[in-house]
């Protein structure tokens, strides 16, 4: 158990439908960040939040957004949804002060949440 | 940009040593990452080098050369239980996200 909590565990939905997808990191840690991983793509960094603030964005389409609540509990909002869209969405979280180091990159995931649109 | 060059998979027989190899391109570099993911679960962070060299952990090694863009994990007296996926990973150019290789799938049978 990494200490970092996603819900829901399972989603389905339908095409142009709207999802949110939240995670919770591991106490003590405030940077959080959003992975999705399709079979074709492996993978993909999406976003990075630290503390509340947006940090790095990597590959996240405009249909999609995210944000960090004051708790810390991040969500993933994802919109007009397409069959593409269905993949594996992590979220991980780490130490470290916000910049990219070592304590940053060593990651701890969520179990994530498994996307179908259909 | 990046690239990550990974095997897509590999096999291997209880108590055997096994290599997978990583190559990359990158613009900058801020060390190597390995992460293990088992199938339908969380990747989880196994090492990282920063500087030439061998590191241990236990049954895991991970090697690297920066002059030649290429790491090694090397995994020891494999358990069935060592089945999974293999993550190579770098940062980008910026420093700023973690790019991954679409990972080594090790079958380890008895």
């Known amino acids: 158990d990494s200490g970092v909590t996603q819900t829901p565990k399972h989603l389905i939905t339908a095409t142009g439908q709207r999802v949110t997808l939240r995670c919770s990191p591991r106490s003590g840690d405030l940077s959080v960040y959003w992975y999705q991983q399709s079979l074709d793509q492996g993978l993909q960094f999406l976003i990075q939040?630290?503390?509340?603030?947006?940090?790095a964005k990597g590959n996240i389409l405009e249909r999609f957004s995210a944000q960090q609540f004051p708790d810390l509990h991040s969500e993933l909002n994802l919109s007009s949804l397409e069959l593409g869209d269905s993949a594996l969405y992590f979220c991980?979280?780490?130490?470290?002060?916000?910049?990219?180091?070592?304590?940053?990159?060593?990651?701890?995931f969520g179990p994530g949440t498994r996307l179908t649109v259909t | 940009g990046q690239n990550i060059d990974q095997p897509t998979e590999m096999t291997a027989t209880e108590g055997a040593i096994v290599q997978i190899n990583c190559t990359y391109q990158?613009?900058?570099?801020?060390?190597l990452f390995w992460y293990q993911q088992h199938a339908g679960e969380a990747p989880t962070f196994l090492s990282y080098n920063v500087l030439d060299g061998l590191e241990e952990k236990g049954r895991f090694s991970s090697f690297l050369s920066r002059s030649k863009g290429y790491s090694y994990l090397l995994l020891k007296e494999l358990q069935m239980k060592d089945s999974a996926s293999y993550l190579c990973?770098?940062?980008?150019?910026?420093?700023?996200?973690?790019?991954f290789g679409k990972g080594t799938t090790l079958s380890v049978s008895s």
């Open positions: 990158t613009s900058g570099f801020n060390g």
């Open positions: 939040y630290y503390n509340g603030e947006e940090r």
């Open positions: 990973a770098v940062p980008n150019q910026a420093g700023t996200a973690l790019i």
């Open positions: 991980a979280s780490s130490a470290g002060d916000g910049g990219w180091d070592v304590e940053s990159y060593e990651q701890y």
